[in-house]
């Protein structure tokens, strides 16, 4: 079965600097995507960056950037020039290619920043 | 905005008592998923849909849970009889038209079983 682990329960930032986020996950598929996702207070479920395993280049949205490490089996998610609307529960997840599309999440780091 | 409206909000039941959470998608989806968070127990999913039928469910915690989709824009989920236990949010999520078949959540439900 896959796992996904994020060893950091809680970090923080200063407002304006650069914050990395760890995941690391378990499966024996070739073929998977992976995926953050932000909640914030409101608990909605924000989809933040997303990332096809075939892909050899990292995904990058804007400030949010991954770096894809699949042999490490390593996901992590950066953070540049972070803002007080960063501060939020971060969720790394994983989907297979095979089968419906469930998620399995990460337990999810909390993230603050300082002004 | 995803698209998922779910209801109620926020919810608080006593123990025995019948709950039935509610998700509507603004169009139509193919599939539906539904999941559950708890501290204990972080993201979870419980069941999901495909062209409205079940095709895994093995994430339902016990009997006391059943979940219906009768069109593409609309799903319920029913405890009976609720528990304590069963105190969580409840997400509904569609999942998006790419290949990478990325989800988009709704707001959740609070269920709060006294």
């Known amino acids: 079965a896959q796992t996904v682990t994020q060893s950091q329960p809680e970090m923080s930032v200063q407002e304006a600097e650069t914050v990395t986020l760890s995941c690391t996950y378990d499966?024996?598929?070739?073929?998977?995507?992976l995926f953050w996702y932000k909640q914030p207070p409101s608990r909605q479920m924000i989809l933040v960056i997303r990332q096809e395993a075939y892909k050899q280049q990292n995904a990058t949205e804007n400030r949010f950037s991954v770096n894809f490490q699949k042999a490490a089996k390593s996901f992590s998610l950066k953070i540049s020039d972070s803002q007080l609307g960063d501060a939020a529960m971060y969720f790394c997840?994983?989907?297979?290619?095979?089968?419906?599309?469930?998620?399995?999440f990460g337990q999810g780091t909390e993230l603050s920043v300082k002004p | 905005d995803a698209g998922v409206i779910q209801s109620p909000r926020h919810e608080v039941t006593e123990m025995g008592q019948e709950v039935t959470l509610r998700c509507k998608l603004i169009?139509?989806?193919?599939?539906l998923f539904w999941y559950r968070q708890t501290m204990m127990r972080g993201l979870e999913l419980l069941i999901y849909f495909n062209n409205n039928v079940p095709i895994d469910d093995s994430g339902m915690p016990e009997d006391r849970f059943s979940a219906k989709m009768p069109n593409a824009s609309f799903s319920t989920l029913k405890i009976q009889p609720s528990e304590p236990r069963d105190s969580a949010v409840y997400f509904c999520?569609?999942?998006?038209?790419?290949?990478?078949?990325?989800?988009?959540f709704g707001p959740g439900t609070r269920l709060t079983v006294t």
């Open positions: 997840a994983y989907r297979s290619a095979r089968g419906g599309g469930k998620l399995i």
């Open positions: 499966t024996s598929e070739s073929d998977y995507y």
């Open positions: 999520a569609l999942r998006g038209p790419e290949a990478i078949y990325e989800q988009y």
């Open positions: 169009s139509g989806h193919n599939s």
